[in-house]
T-cell receptor, first 117, second 120 residues
Framework: DTEVTQTPKHLVMGMTNKKSLKCEQH?????MYWYKQKAKKPPELMFV???????INESVPSRFSPECPNSSLLNLHLHALQPEDSALYLC????????????????FGAGTRLSVL | AQTVTQSQPEMSVQEAETVTLSCTYD???????LFWYKQPPSRQMILVIR??????QNATENRFSVNFQKAAKSFSLKISDSQLGDTAMYFC?????????????????FGQGTILTVHP
């Protein structure tokens, strides 16, 4: 099973709402990633968790709050977003053990398409 | 820091023909990995092919092959016998391990992407 599951697939929210994106994998991966992707652009790394600890925060505004409650689950809590935050949010995971190649192969979910009104 | 450059924003090819997508990168790392990811209109990122920098032999996966020129820092993707399902945005990515020990992880740097359209 090489699947990363993201829910919901689509989300529309107002600027005053609070919502959460969820990502789940059962491959035993201990590194999990959040990316933001605008149309026809490459994914931009937001956060990296390694062994449930935040390892990278790429200067993301505080209105995005990541959480890794266990080794299989990654959440992204959203609050007071702006219209420019509308994008596809991708989750990925990779192995943290074994050979370096395995650590670099990231498996992506299908994404959550977020619209902020 | 690494940079990845894809100089072809858009390309098109006729079904059954061959097309080559270009990618160059810049790095001071010695140990790294290179990838091509495909993102069709469904937006799912799919790994197409990978290359370990220490291997001289070019990677192949069915109709997909790469031309890896380490000295020139070039990593192009050749798609043979193009199919309509190959229509997608293709991203070249550079990967390197960050951190040390058991908690290290891989970090990808993506190029700007090439939109490939396969025409019937």
């Amino acid at each position: 099973d090489t699947e990363v599951t993201q829910t919901p697939k689509h989300l529309v929210m107002g600027m005053t709402n609070k919502k959460s994106l969820k990502c789940e994998q059962h491959m035993g991966h201990r590194a999990m990633y959040w990316y933001k992707q605008k149309a026809k652009k490459p994914p931009e790394l937001m956060f990296v968790y390694s062994y449930e600890k935040l390892s990278i925060n790429e200067s993301v505004p505080s209105r995005f709050s990541p959480e890794c409650p266990n080794s299989s689950l990654l959440n992204l809590h959203l609050h007071a977003l702006q219209p420019e935050d509308s994008a596809l949010y991708l989750c990925a995971s990779s192995s943290s053990g074994g050979k370096p190649l395995a650590k670099n192969i990231q498996y992506f979910g299908a994404g959550t398409r977020l619209s902020v009104l | 820091a690494q940079t990845v450059t894809q100089s072809q924003p858009e390309m098109s090819v006729q079904e059954a023909e061959t097309v080559t997508l270009s990618c160059t990168y810049d790095t001071s790392e010695n140990n790294y990995y290179l990838f091509w990811y495909k993102q069709p209109p469904s937006r799912q990122m799919i790994l197409v092919i990978r290359q370990e920098a220490y291997k001289q032999q070019n990677a192949t996966e069915n109709r997909f092959s790469v031309n890896f020129q380490k000295a020139a820092k070039s990593f192009s993707l050749k798609i043979s016998d193009s199919q309509l399902g190959d229509t997608a945005m293709y991203f070249c990515a550079f990967g390197a391990v960050v951190g040390a020990g058991g908690t290290s992880y891989g970090k990808l740097t993506f190029g700007q992407g090439t939109i490939l359209t396969v025409h019937p």
